[in-house]
C-alpha cells in the first residue's frame, strides 16, 4: 500500500510506531501500537472542550514522515 497520506481519527487503533500530527492545528505526539489515538492535548480537537468548530469524523492525526528518520539500520 503507498497510501502515504492516510490520517486518524480518534479512537483508531494505532498501526505504526512513530510521531503523527494535529491536523487541525499541527501538534506533534508520539503514539506507539496498541495505543489508541486519543484526542489532541494542544487544541483538544475531538473533545467537547475543544474548538467549536471540531467536526466529528474529521480526520485528526497524520503520520509526520519528516520527523524521527528511520535510516538508523
Ligand atoms: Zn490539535
Known amino acids: 500500500m503507498n ?3 492516510k490520517t486518524f481519527n480518534r479512537g483508531d487503533a494505532v498501526e ?3 510521531t503523527y500530527v ?3 492545528c499541527g ?3 508520539h ?6 489515538f486519543s484526542e489532541c492535548t ?3 480537537a475531538g473533545s467537547n472542550t475543544g474548538h467549536e468548530d471540531y467536526v466529528e469524523g474529521l480526520e485528526l492525526w497524520e503520520p509526520a514522515k519528516d520527523e524521527e528518520p528511520t535510516n538508523t539500520k
Not at 503514539?31 to 489508541?36: D, K, L, V, Y
Open 3 to 5: 497510501d502515504t497520506k
Open 16 to 18: 505504526r510506531e512513530g
Open 22 to 24: 494535529c491536523v487541525p
Open 27 to 29: 501538534f506533534k505526539k
Open 31 to 36: 503514539f506507539a501500537p496498541g495505543e489508541t
Open 42 to 44: 494542544s487544541c483538544m
